[in-house]
């Protein structure tokens, strides 16, 4: 819809003979009247129509004859005409009006829900003589917010909407499950009534963050059951915007995380009891959680480990191997027998390998990797002994080899004279 001009309430008009208003200067009332898209009438402070574009006419189906001069009273009911007439009191005496529900009944008497804003029309004086109205036709917007009611009422995650206040305006049955409250014991409540202060004071800036970037993530509450339970939850929420675009609320998505907790609580348990050491670090390397065969393997305490990077325990060429590793664990979701040789507080340089699998979030994105080292030092005793057993075993060999040759040697010496004893005796005496 185009952007609505600017109505001139300054003491500029010179003349208004119920057709219309004149300005001085070049631009004619009209004219911005007649072409502006959206309907916009003149009406005097009594609501009789003087002046309207055929906007209007398109929007209640009436010719312009059978519009103008008439009282808008005509066109709205009885309890409308006094909200209008409420309106133009607001006109007069603040010079604008915004957002008046009105729903004229059109020539075909469909009832058309619209919205009125409204700026005063000026005598040379200064003086309120009448009102200039603009009408915006709400059917859209009301399908839309009926689409959108449906959407949220019917959505399998709680959803709610609330005002800048943290007042809930509205909440689907999947609210009422998770709390265990009736949807007229949420409504028109303060969400401070579920959560805690501190909380409280959280869902407060994530409201500021929805204004000031239209979307908030993975806010943390733990809003309190109608049983007595505190429910562990994260909130997305989005931006309700009015007409304009105004941010004026905002629409909360929260997820139940009981059951991700006990599978993360799970999890960490197994971390800290495995055997081997296991780490979990964040994409850049940072480790969030170590278990303590690390700190054995390492011989750091956890807090001299926790929040430092591996780069503080790996060489600079490592560093760059583990970040690929890493790039693979995004890619493939896993990465095998990555060489790291980690220096302990000792100095002591520990040959491991690292097997890593994917960290993922609740959406299923990559947010770091867990990482189980193998201690390499007695696989590596084993294949040097093995080394040591083979060069022993072929020096034995080789000595094998040289006494079958001297044996060999004695043994074919040994023959040959007796050959030649045996020709010896065979040699007739002379």
């Given at each position: 819809?185009?952007?609505?001009?600017e109505?001139?309430?300054?003491p500029d008009?010179?003349?208004?003979?119920?057709?219309?208003a004149k300005?001085?200067g070049?631009?004619?009332?009209?004219?911005?009247?007649?072409n502006?898209?959206?309907?916009?009438?003149?009406?005097?402070?009594e609501?009789?129509?003087?002046?309207?574009?055929d906007?209007?006419?398109?929007?209640?189906?009436?010719?312009?004859?059978?519009?103008?001069?008439?009282?808008?009273?005509r066109?709205?009911?009885?309890?409308?005409?006094?909200?209008?007439t409420?309106?133009?009191r607001e006109?007069?005496?603040?010079?604008?009006?915004?957002?008046?529900?009105?729903?004229?009944?059109?020539?075909s008497?469909?009832?058309i829900?619209?919205?009125l804003?409204?700026?005063?029309l000026?005598?040379?004086?200064?003086?309120?003589?009448?009102?200039?109205?603009i009408?915006r036709?709400?059917?859209?917007?009301?399908?839309?917010?009926?689409?959108?009611?449906?959407?949220?009422e019917?959505?399998?995650?709680?959803v709610?909407?609330?005002?800048?206040?943290?007042?809930?305006?509205?909440?689907?049955?999947?609210?009422?499950?998770?709390?265990g409250?009736?949807?007229?014991?949420?409504?028109?409540?303060?969400?401070?009534?579920?959560i805690?202060?501190a909380?409280?004071?959280e869902?407060?800036?994530a409201?500021?963050?929805?204004?000031?970037?239209?979307?908030?993530?993975?806010a943390?509450?733990?809003?309190?059951?109608?049983?007595?339970?505190?429910?562990?939850?994260?909130?997305?929420?989005?931006?309700?915007?009015?007409?304009?675009?105004k941010?004026?609320?905002?629409?909360?998505?929260?997820?139940?995380?009981?059951e991700?907790?006990k599978?993360?609580?799970?999890?960490?348990?197994l971390?800290?009891?495995?055997?081997?050491?296991?780490?979990?670090?964040?994409?850049?390397?940072?480790?969030?959680?170590?278990?303590?065969?690390?700190?054995?393997l390492?011989?750091?305490r956890?807090?001299?480990?926790?929040?430092?990077?591996?780069?503080?325990?790996?060489?600079?060429?490592?560093?760059r191997?583990?970040t690929?590793a890493?790039?693979?664990?995004?890619?493939?979701?896993?990465?095998?027998?990555a060489?790291l040789?980690?220096r302990?507080?000792?100095?002591?340089v520990i040959p491991?390998?690292?097997?890593?699998?994917?960290?993922?979030?609740?959406?299923?994105?990559?947010?770091?990797?867990i990482?189980?080292?193998?201690?390499?030092?007695?696989?590596?005793?084993?294949?040097r002994?093995?080394?040591?057993?083979?060069?022993?075993?072929?020096?034995?060999?080789?000595?094998?080899?040289?006494?079958?040759?001297v044996?060999?040697?004695?043994?074919?010496?040994?023959?040959?004279?007796?050959k030649?004893?045996e020709?010896?005796?065979?040699?007739?005496?002379?």
């Amino acid at each position: 819809m185009a952007r609505r001009p600017e109505v001139v309430t300054q003491p500029d008009v010179v003349k208004g003979d119920g057709r219309g208003a004149k300005w001085r200067g070049s631009l004619d009332a009209d004219i911005i009247i007649a072409n502006a898209p959206d309907p916009v009438f003149v009406s005097d402070l009594e609501g009789k129509i003087l002046q309207a574009n055929d906007a209007v006419s398109q929007l209640l189906g009436f010719r312009q004859d059978e519009v103008l001069e008439q009282s808008l009273s005509r066109f709205i009911s009885p309890e409308e005409t006094r909200e209008f007439t409420a309106a133009l009191r607001e006109v007069v005496e603040r010079g604008v009006m915004r957002n008046v529900v009105l729903n004229p009944r059109s020539a075909s008497g469909e009832v058309i829900p619209a919205s009125l804003n409204a700026s005063a029309l000026r005598d040379p004086n200064g003086k309120a003589i009448g009102a200039i109205g603009i009408l915006r036709d709400m059917r859209e917007l009301d399908k839309a917010r009926a689409y959108a009611e449906s959407l949220i009422e019917n959505a399998p995650d709680p959803v709610f909407v609330s005002d800048l206040e943290g007042k809930i305006l509205q909440a689907n049955d999947a609210v009422s499950q998770l709390l265990g409250f009736r949807q007229d014991e949420v409504l028109e409540q303060s969400l401070s009534r579920f959560i805690s202060p501190a909380e409280t004071q959280e869902f407060t800036a994530a409201l500021r963050e929805v204004v000031a970037r239209g979307v908030t993530r993975n806010a943390r509450l733990n809003p309190r059951s109608a049983s007595g339970q505190v429910i562990p939850t994260t909130l997305n929420a989005s931006a309700l915007r009015d007409p304009d675009g105004k941010v004026i609320g905002a629409i909360g998505i929260l997820r139940d995380m009981r059951e991700l907790d006990k599978a993360r609580a799970y999890a960490e348990s197994l971390i800290k009891n495995a055997p081997d050491p296991v780490f979990v670090s964040d994409l850049e390397g940072k480790i969030l959680q170590a278990n303590d065969a690390v700190s054995q393997l390492l011989g750091f305490r956890q807090d001299e480990v926790l929040e430092q990077s591996l780069s503080r325990f790996i060489s600079p060429e490592e560093t760059r191997e583990f970040t690929a590793a890493l790039r693979e664990v995004v890619e493939r979701g896993v990465t095998r027998n990555a060489r790291l040789n980690p220096r302990s507080a000792s100095g002591e340089v520990i040959p491991t390998t690292l097997n890593a699998s994917a960290l993922r979030d609740p959406d299923g994105k990559v947010i770091g990797a867990i990482g189980i080292l193998r201690d390499m030092r007695a696989y590596e005793q084993v294949v040097r002994d093995l080394e040591q057993s083979k060069t022993e075993l072929q020096e034995k060999i080789l000595d094998l080899e040289k006494f079958e040759e001297v044996v060999v040697g004695r043994e074919l010496k040994m023959i040959a004279l007796e050959k030649e004893l045996e020709s010896l005796r065979k040699k007739p005496k002379g």
